[in-house]
């Protein structure tokens, strides 16, 4: 797999884990890609296997970190600056540290805390893992590399659970800001038919059809495109926009253009704050919601259209 960029600074904003967030709030304005680190609620009941990282078990459990990756010819003051204002204007007390990071080590340092995930039928499972599936599940094989989805966040577990409900055989998916490619890949194995799946950034474009030919999604096709700007155009059954809730009101005006009557949306990465801002959004431009979902601080939404 080749990318873009040799070389990245990782900005890491900590805060207590009160603020964790508005944290999140802040630095998904500068790239919905984040790491997080959070092991407030780590319970060792939970884990799978015998080893567990000395450093979760000495971490310091009242604060939680936040990082973005900023290319080496990206704007690393100027994203300062603006993660400094954000945090003044929300009086939340931070601690932000830069360091550089080789796209080797960012690629590959993670992959020792991605373990087998459990959604309902659905099994996410890391490619370099070995699994043996039960009866009933669906397995999903996944190497999310540099791209935002590897199933373990609140938003896109939220989000395939919402698929599981919404996808009927041969309906078609689109999935706009599709990251690694895990929401159109777990859309095809439900059963769906056409699944298209964009995004703007060519390393997650590229990442999303190596895990969708990983796979055999065969239906899943993945381009690039600025939000809903290079779509190829039609209605679709299913659309799926885990993004942050800025962005989904600013598709807001727009996304009925790709729905019928009986289409769903269903639109996440909104913080529980930001919910109703959304809501108020789809509801101006004819949508309604039909279902709504949160875990830990985040909200999913199912939008229908509203019907004269």
Not at 117 to 123: D, E, K, P, Q, S
Not at 287 to 304: H, I, M, Q, R
Request: overall charge negative.
């Amino acid at each position: 797999m080749s990318y873009e960029y040799s070389s990245w600074t990782e900005i890491k904003l900590t805060v207590k884990v009160g603020s964790l967030d508005s944290a999140v709030a802040i630095m998904s304005a500068v790239d919905p890609g984040l790491m997080i680190e959070d092991y407030s609620d780590f319970d060792l009941k939970s884990v799978y296997g015998d080893l567990v990282d000395e450093k979760i078990l000495s971490a310091d459990k009242t604060v939680a970190s936040v990082s973005v990756f900023i290319p080496e010819d990206g704007d690393v003051e100027g994203t300062l600056a603006f993660i400094r204002e954000r945090l003044a204007a929300a009086s939340v007390e931070g601690r932000i540290s830069t360091s550089g990071v080789k796209e080797e080590d960012f690629a590959n340092a993670w992959r020792q805390y991605y373990k087998p995930l459990h959604i309902g039928r659905i099994v996410i499972v890391p490619k370099w893992e070995s699994y043996e599936p039960k009866d009933g599940e669906i397995i999903i094989r996944m190497d999310p590399g540099m791209a935002f989805g590897t199933g373990s966040h609140e938003t896109t577990r939220l989000v395939i659970g919402l698929l599981e409900k919404c996808v009927t055989p041969g309906c078609s998916v689109l999935d706009v800001g599709c990251g690694s490619g895990i929401l159109a890949v777990c859309a095809s194995k439900l059963g769906a038919g056409e699944c298209r799946a964009y995004d703007i950034d060519p390393v997650a474009v590229e990442v999303a059809g190596e895990n969708a030919a990983e796979n055999g999604c065969a239906n899943v096709t993945v381009g690039r495109s600025d939000l809903l700007a290079g779509v190829e155009s039609g209605k679709y059954d299913v659309i799926c926009a885990n993004i942050v809730a800025d962005i989904i009101i600013r598709m807001a005006p727009d996304i009925g253009a790709f729905m019928h009557d009986e289409s769903t949306l269903l639109a996440s990465g909104i913080i529980n704050e930001r919910a109703a801002d959304v809501i108020d959004a789809l509801e101006a431009n004819g949508l309604y919601v039909s279902c709504s979902l949160e875990d830990n601080g985040w909200t999913a939404l199912a939008v229908k259209k509203l019907i004269d």
